[in-house]
């Protein structure tokens, strides 16, 4: 069986970006599926800071890179 070249630096980078973008919608889908009455639960609280933390470290890394001009509190 042949082995696969390794791959590029920008190729990794668009395979680690899909995964990503994969999980945040996943990750949104299911905090938009709570049902309305059962989001006041200290669990959904919890997932939804957790994604917010996900949101904020994300925001902060692009602003080290110089991708995002303002720098997150």
């Known amino acids: 069986m042949p082995e696969n070249p390794p791959l590029s630096c920008i190729e990794r980078f668009c395979l ?3 995964y990503e973008r994969a999980c945040n919608a996943k990750t949104l889908a ?3 599926s709570v049902p309305v009455p059962n989001r006041s639960a200290p669990a959904f609280d919890r997932a939804v800071g957790r ?5 904020a470290a ?3 890394w692009l602003y080290r890179l110089r991708e995002c001009p303002d720098r997150p509190e």
């Open 51 to 55: 994604m917010a933390h996900l949101v």
């Open 16 to 18: 680690w970006y899909a």
């Open 30 to 32: 299911m905090i938009e």
């Open 58 to 60: 994300r925001h902060f």
